[in-house]
């Protein structure tokens, strides 16, 4: 099992106000702990908040990543809890560590987006059953898009309800349900699911990705890195796997099985386009489960084998644009071959299936969030 990080201590109220006050457990979200505390006074999330922020709608935006636009001052002296360890429980610090720019403006590398609307959410919240079964607290570390699975228990982490397949939504939970541990939706038990092994490739990137968090190297020539840059690198390797996933090549193929890949386990069923921060966790576990194998291989079997492979200059354009310098090169600097331009096709040739999907993806979104499944 992965020895994980730990994110801040639990911390105890003193001399709080409110008749009850729940305990700040040890790696909790900030938005956890604020939900749990206004339902243990038997008032709902959203009441709570605009109590303590009348002018603010703290639920319509990601408040784990803007606390500090917030003024703490009050919800301090009512909870006991000082505001600084409210901030350590957001997503501020490690935000910091990385070298990422705050206030947050967009998706933030890294960090699973909610993509909210009003109080509605496309997702970016995550729990595994196992936790939830012995403790129901939404933990720090399942905000991160590189936790796909749980180290404590070895299970894959859910993003959705068992029983309705509704986004993870604590903040509309109603005042009568006890504890985070149930639907907001259908107010189904989180934790009754049949709980799906996690990957060895999935676990093992946890523990790679702590390693650059920490400054450190992950081994096997890959060079140590300061964290921002680091994590620069990983999101290199990400988007090569990427490419190499949505457009097939007889290189890319060679390239993989030289790295101990499985081609047939990397294509993709659909690419919807999205950005990592705002992949499913299936998706991001497919193709994060493969950026580990790629480290396990090491930069000299990866060097070796780009360079056999005979990848083409764009896989390495691709992965340049990402401002990753030592990943672009590790791979062949090869001219690009001349190419005579051709005339766009007619209007009225019919589109490929694929951008048909896609469009229709993008509609189906739109119209669950129009009715509320979102």
């Not at 636009?69 to 560590?97: E, K």
């Not at 639907?183 to 049949?194: F, I, P, R, T, Y």
């Not at 676990?203 to 992950?218: C, D, K, T, W």
């Amino acid at each position: 099992m992965v020895s994980r990080c730990f994110w801040h201590e639990e911390v105890r109220p003193v001399g709080q106000k409110w008749p009850c006050v729940p305990v700040m457990q040890r790696d909790e979200l900030f938005s956890s702990w604020l939900i749990r505390c206004a339902l243990c006074n038997a008032c709902d999330a959203v009441e709570m908040a605009r109590y303590i922020w009348p002018k603010r709608r703290i639920w319509t935006g990601d408040c784990d990543l803007g606390i500090c636009s917030l003024c703490l001052s009050d919800l301090q002296d009512r909870s006991g809890i000082s505001a600084a360890a409210f901030i350590r429980s957001s997503l501020v610090p490690i935000c910091v560590s990385m070298g990422l720019k705050l206030p947050p403006v967009g998706i933030t590398p890294w960090v699973l987006s909610l993509g909210g609307r009003n109080l509605r959410r496309a997702g970016g919240l995550q729990y595994c059953p196992c936790c939830f079964a012995e403790s129901p607290f939404y933990r720090l570390q399942w905000r991160l898009a590189w936790y796909t699975c749980c180290p404590d228990h070895g299970v894959k982490l859910r993003d959705s309800c068992p029983h309705c397949s509704a986004v993870i939504s604590p903040h509309r939970l109603d005042y009568r349900v006890p504890n985070l541990a149930r639907c907001h939706q259908c107010a189904g038990l989180l934790s009754a699911v049949d709980v799906q092994d996690a990957g060895a490739d999935e676990i093992e990137l946890i523990r790679q990705a702590n390693l650059i968090l920490q400054g450190r190297s992950v081994g096997l020539n890959w060079p140590a890195m300061p964290v921002a840059e680091g994590f620069s690198f990983l999101k290199g390797l990400f988007r090569l796997v990427r490419v190499l996933a949505a457009s097939p090549s007889v290189a890319g193929k060679r390239f993989l099985a030289a790295l101990d890949v499985d081609n047939a386990s990397l294509t993709p069923a659909v690419n919807v386009g999205l950005k990592l921060e705002c992949l499913s966790n299936s998706e991001r576990s497919h193709l994060l489960s493969t950026v580990s194998r790629i480290l396990l291989a090491g930069a000299d079997r990866f060097q070796v084998a780009a360079e056999s492979a005979q990848l083409c200059p764009s896989i390495r354009d691709a992965v340049a644009g990402t401002g990753q310098s030592y990943l672009a090169q590790l791979l062949p600097q090869r001219p690009h071959r001349g190419y005579a331009k051709t005339l766009p096709a007619s209007c009225l040739s019919p589109r490929s299936p694929c951008s048909v999907l896609k469009a229709w993806l993008r509609f189906e979104r739109k119209m669950l969030r129009a009715e509320g499944h979102w």
